[in-house]
């Protein structure tokens, strides 16, 4: 089964975070990064490691936040450029379970964890309309997760229409 993407969505091949750092130095722009983490462990998929790696006060707060549930999203503002008025918002959506043997991912929890997303995008457009607002995703790779980008690709159309600009990037 191929990995194919709801119409609408758009698949990028460069950087995510290479993209965010370019795309914040513009007026008024939100971007909001759906991240796979598990009750356990912030480190669960590749996505992880890359903000790992650049911003470790990440982990450290997750590993200190004692009420992971599955469906739960934990919100870090992981770039805010004050001159500009634009954000990154890094959304951890608690969804991938350890004790699983094959699919690791719960799709009931990644699918509320996404409508989170979508009203948390809603009601920051309300409170400032004039905000660019676009959500940018790691591809979720099934060798960690064992998800099925087919379900996912599905969630993703149900949940989100043409004018919510989800991105999902490679890398």
């Not at 993209?19 to 513009?26: H, Q």
């Not at 805010?80 to 719960?106: G, H």
Request: glycine share 2%; net charge positive; charged share 25%.
């Amino acid at each position: 089964m191929k990995n194919i993407l709801p119409v609408g969505i758009k698949a990028r091949d460069e950087s995510l975070l290479d993209k965010c750092s370019i795309e914040i130095k513009g007026n008024h722009n939100c971007i909001i990064i759906p991240n796979i983490t598990s009750v356990k462990n912030f480190l669960c998929s590749d996505f992880s490691y890359l903000i790992d790696n650049k911003y470790k006060h990440i982990n450290e707060e997750y590993k200190c936040n004692r009420d992971k549930k599955l469906g739960k999203v934990y919100w870090n503002k992981i770039i805010d450029n004050k001159e500009t008025s634009s954000f990154v918002l890094l959304a951890n959506i608690v969804c991938y379970n350890e004790s699983k043997k094959y699919r690791k991912i719960n799709y009931v929890a990644l699918t509320s964890g996404l409508m989170k997303i979508k009203n948390k995008a809603d009601s920051i457009k309300i409170n400032e309309p004039n905000i660019n607002i676009s959500i940018k995703m790691p591809l979720i790779v099934k060798s960690k997760t064992g998800a099925n980008w087919f379900f996912i690709s599905e969630i993703l159309a149900d949940i989100y229409d043409q004018n919510n600009k989800l991105e999902v990037y490679k890398k």
